[in-house]
């Protein structure tokens, strides 16, 4: 199965800040099958990307996608408070369906 | 609005089955995607159990595949996980998802239900 490494497992900024999160793939994953989740505390998770760069439904766009192979990242260009949480990749290029362990955004 | 609702006990005894049903509202399952189940062990990631479609097909991860089986119930709308021999390593808030095939991304989950697994 992939394995999925998230960089870094915590991030401090500021609102207003540019996050930038990484998620490196042990192989390359296929088409670009790649999603990112925003998870906050006692809630499921959130459907932010999918194929790399798509935004999911409703989602605002200071989040933005890119990547292909095994390198991705999740930017998010102007932080607001509601986006500090943990943020999860998850590949589905290939079975089974793998997450990253997670980057936590946190408050400087 | 699609929304799911997970149900279930909050504990179990090691050994015994872990059984969750997944009620589906504002959408039919029989008119498409599929359903997931996804576990998130306290203080951890996340972790794909398996997907079922309609009642055609199913899909587990191969790490749980021996122990886990799920169904759909198209008369209630809902589809349900059962988890075999359960061990404290199974304890975990369990979600169910809809998702576009069965390892895919999954765009509306439930809230999650806590298991404990303990004597």
């Known amino acids: 199965e992939i394995v999925l490494t998230q960089s870094p497992g915590t991030l401090s900024l500021s609102p207003g800040d540019r996050a930038t999160l990484s998620c490196w793939a042990s192989?390359?994953?296929?088409?670009?099958?790649l999603a990112w989740y925003q998870q906050k505390p006692g809630q499921a998770p959130r459907l932010l990307i999918y194929?790399?760069?798509k935004r999911a439904t409703d989602i605002p766009d200071r989040f933005s996608g890119s990547g292909s192979g095994t390198d991705f990242t999740l930017t998010i260009s102007r932080l607001q408070p509601e986006d500090f949480a943990v943020y999860y990749c998850?590949?589905?290029?290939?079975?089974?369906?793998?997450f990253g362990q997670g980057t936590r955004l946190e408050i400087k | 609005q699609v929304q799911l609702q997970e149900s279930g006990p909050g504990l179990v005894r090691p050994s015994e089955t872990l059984s969750l049903t997944c009620n589906v509202s504002?959408?039919?399952?029989?008119?498409?995607?599929?359903w997931a189940w996804i576990r998130q062990p306290p203080g951890m990631g996340l972790e794909w159990i398996g997907s079922?479609?309609?009642?055609?097909?199913?899909q587990y991860n191969p790490s749980l595949k021996s122990r886990v089986t799920m169904s759909v119930d198209t008369s209630k709308n809902q589809f349900s996980m059962s988890l075999y021999s359960v061990t404290a390593a199974d304890s975990a808030v369990y979600y169910c998802?809809?998702?576009?095939?069965?390892?895919?991304?999954?765009?509306?989950w439930g809230k999650g239900t806590t298991v404990s697994v303990s004597s």
């Open positions: 998802a809809r998702t576009f095939y069965y390892y895919y991304h999954m765009d509306v």
């Open positions: 504002g959408y039919s399952i029989n008119d498409g995607y599929y």
């Open positions: 079922v479609y309609q009642s055609r097909g199913t």
């Open positions: 192989q390359t994953v296929r088409s670009g099958y």
């Open positions: 194929g790399a760069s």
């Open positions: 998850q590949q589905y290029g290939s079975s089974p369906g793998t």
